[in-house]
């Protein structure tokens, strides 16, 4: 198995711009995780879905931040407008119902400018 | 308020010897601990997990402890290699009440010397 796959690797935009982040969850696997890794915060979470539904989205910053699941084998994290604050690496991470091991993808570092 | 802490940002070893990292919680919900290893510019991995109806918890050079009274977790390296040095996570489970959800606490920076 590929493992999670996310995309891109890097991402270096200005403010004010768009950013839409995007991750492939391991086959078979139902939740899928969004985490924030800053130096001051450690790994946030941001939101998770279960059966490509949002279950707690109580880590998302404010409404710039949105994500979505369509399918099993795709989910979004998008920032509009993007600020300077938001740099960070934004990893995603699936797992099964019933394990609370997390497999997770390498990550997109971001850097708005 | 973080539920889950470790309050050592970085830790230095020496090869061979011991690595003790450490992780407090708050959250007495919490039933279920991980440790995550990290490298530079990849994802954490997974490393060794403690259900609370245990206190110890071994898996060949790792070992984790917890004590649910003193609401405190380890992990043991022995003996350390350059090889481990990375970011440890610490992580926490409410299975009961939040499913799969995980805690994370802030990570220690583990650098084993040779």
């Known amino acids: 198995d590929a493992g999670v796959i996310q995309s891109p690797r890097h991402e270096v935009t200005e403010m004010g711009q768009e950013v839409t982040l995007r991750c492939k969850p391991i086959?078979?696997?139902?939740?899928l995780f969004w985490y924030r890794q800053t130096m001051m915060r450690g790994l946030e979470l941001l939101i998770y879905?279960?059966?490509?539904?949002?279950?707690?989205d109580s880590g998302m910053p404010e409404d710039r931040f949105s994500a979505k699941m369509p399918n099993a084998s795709f989910s979004t994290l998008k920032i509009q407008p993007s600020e300077p604050r938001d740099s960070a690496v934004y990893f995603c991470?699936?797992?099964?119902?019933?394990?609370?091991?997390?497999?997770f993808g390498p990550g997109t570092r971001l850097t708005v400018l | 308020d973080q539920q889950v802490k470790q309050n050592s940002p970085s830790l230095s070893v020496q090869e061979g010897r011991i690595s003790i990292l450490n992780c407090d919680y708050t959250?007495?919900?919490?039933?279920?601990f991980l440790w995550y290893k990290k490298y530079p510019a990849e994802g954490p991995t997974f490393l060794i997990s403690?259900?609370?109806?245990?206190d110890k918890n071994e898996d060949g050079r790792f070992t984790v402890f917890l004590n649910k009274s003193a609401k405190h977790l380890s992990l043991h390296i022995v003996p350390s290699q350059p090889g481990d040095s990375a970011v440890y996570f610490c992580a926490a489970s409410a299975r009961l009440y939040a499913g799969n959800m995980l805690t994370f606490g802030g990570g220690t920076r583990l650098m084993v010397k040779p």
């Open positions: 086959s078979g696997h139902n939740s």
């Open positions: 959250n007495s919900m919490f039933d279920y």
């Open positions: 403690i259900s609370s109806i245990k």
């Open positions: 879905f279960n059966n490509n539904v949002p279950i707690d």
């Open positions: 991470a699936s797992s099964q119902d019933r394990s609370n091991e997390q497999f």
